[in-house]
């Protein structure tokens, strides 16, 4: 793919400093190399704790513009401000918020709280939500307006309300002082640089198709979900929120409208994986029924952009991804 | 009213040490008053930031357990833990919510996060959520499961949903570490010791009505709201909050159900003041068409607790009280 031909296609803002939290997690480390093939950044500082992010994830990277603060966000310090703010810090997975929901709460509203005051006069403030504000939708596909079903009081509510809080925050601080938000609502998004025990479908399946050959699927697999490959989400974020000229900032759903089952998937991978097989476990508490985006605003939000990577692509490249991961950590020396 | 008749018939926990945010406003000031006759107190800290809460509200007390701290509560700092902990802290009225978004957050989830290490091993933290957790909802009564229709992007969002995301938090931390939470989503409450300039509709059209005759009415005034008078509301909130042999901990609607329009209240508060009539205004923004509490569960956890009041006797008490502050404040030394 080639990286460099949407950046030098659009009509960008001046960044200058730019603030990514969440930087070295699956979707920021994506997004941090396409920031920096921006000839405008002069500076480009990440804040990660490495919670769920890894250094790994930006390992490849040797441009003196990036510097990297191991480090809550929520009590990030800094005399610096930024042009942009691109606040992505939060766990993604069910598995990992509902283990540490105050932990997740601080990182996305906390997080948002601490970081507004870090963005120079003028400046940009993006943020990822979630599909998850829609909850378990009584409606498909879900548009923009549609104001979801999410138990504030349930198991997946850490996560659910924190990001509704966080979109709360930052539309009423365009309201009362006018500041220029992009406000994202990103859908199941996977691929490359997903952490093994992430516990999401079909990092899942793939991680357990090439260990143990046992594909875990939770319930009948009937719920469906629209998977979208982290490079097209990237590409679409880096529209939302790098663009000058929108009139439009959010919230906009980003995802692939491709609805397929659990079940679906889980075949698909261990199709590619011979010898691997499924197996069913009880539901997960309150795991939503189906969740499709409406794309009908993105689309003329984002003129262009399209999720276009089939599911079955996706996962090939994804699970290329891994073997070649699995290969590198063998070779390593000092591996058993 | 016999404020001691409950509190020495219920079975309650023994206290000790008791931390109340926002206890100097409306609602905070009578449920102190509430807790000075509990005879297993030892110590009542009051952490208030006076934005919208008042010192006079709890002038009137001399009791040595009592101790006030003017700070912002998702700032305070002590190196004291407490057996209980109730969270009240955050502006209740829409004109005053909606001036600062930003603030308002900080005060429940930012108050929330920050109390909750305050809590002894074992404690118990109460929190006062609300009807607005149902936005404009879609049916009427709502039930504690109604999962509500809010729009996390509105102008009410910031109270709306630092609300939900606060009972997330306790929630989910009742379901990880086994926290002792109570949680009451309070209807419309009014009565004696709203602030003046509160800007919801009872206070509003009382202190309209002995000033400048002129009752405001946004819209046609067809929107209804169970009206609650503070007295029932915090004998509900007292018997929520207090009680150890509860097995059902929230949340848990508090208000009355009987279902009054705006226009009803505003043309029985014009029949107490001779003179005084009613002006329509444009509607306010996401104005509720209508809110009901469904008080099912209530009678159930809280047998014999009824909010009895009827609007009618709830009015009239509480044009009396503002009759008499603006007497006093009239015959006070300086006064012109």
Redesign the interface.
């Known amino acids: 793919m080639a990286l460099d031909g949407l950046t030098s296609r659009l009509e960008v803002s001046m960044a200058g400093s730019v603030l990514v939290s969440g930087g070295c997690g699956f979707i920021g480390s994506h997004l941090i190399d396409r920031l920096l093939l921006r000839a405008d950044l002069e500076a480009l500082v990440v804040v990660d704790n490495l919670w769920t992010g890894s250094r790994q994830n930006i390992a490849h990277i040797a441009d003196p513009r990036l510097s990297l603060e191991i480090q809550d966000v929520e009590s990030f310090r800094s005399d610096r401000r930024f042009d942009e703010i691109i606040h992505l810090a939060s766990p993604a997975s069910p598995a990992w918020f509902m ?4 932990r997740t ?2 990182a996305n ?2 997080g948002a ?1 601490n970081l ?1 005051p870090l963005l120079k006069p003028g400046g940009r403030f993006c943020f990822t939500s979630t599909s998850e ?1 829609y ?1 378990d939708p009584l409606i498909s596909p879900q548009p923009e307006s549609y ?9 997946r ?2 996560y ?3 990001k ?2 966080t ?3 930052l ?3 365009q ?2 002082e006018g500041l220029d938000i992009r ?1 994202a609502r990103l859908f199941n998004t996977y691929g490359p640089r997903t952490r093994t025990d992430d516990g999401r479908a079909i990092s899942n399946f793939i991680n357990q198709a090439v260990t143990t050959g046992i594909l875990t699927v939770y319930g009948d697999g009937s719920q469906s979900r629209s998977w979208g490959y982290v490079d097209d989400i990237v590409d679409g974020l880096e529209r939302l929120f790098w663009r000058d000229d929108l009139s439009y900032r959010g ?1 906009l759903n980003i995802g692939n409208d491709n609805e397929v089952s659990v079940l679906q998937i889980a075949r698909f991978v261990c199709s590619l994986v011979p010898g691997s097989s499924i197996e069913h476990h009880a539901p997960l508490p309150q795991d939503p029924t189906n969740r499709c985006p409406d794309l009908t605003l993105a689309r003329r939000v984002l003129p262009g952009w399209e999720a276009k990577t089939g599911y079955q692509d996706g996962i090939e490249r994804t699970l290329e991804w891994v073997r070649k991961e699995i290969a590198a950590v063998e070779a390593a020396p000092g591996a058993q």
Chains 1, 2 share one sequence.
């Open positions: 283990r540490e929901p105050a709460i601080k509203v906390g709280l507004l504000v909850g104001r979801g079903s999410v138990d504030c009081t349930g198991p509510s850490s659910d309300e924190s509704r809080c979109e709360a925050l539309f009423e601080a309201r009362v406000v919230p």
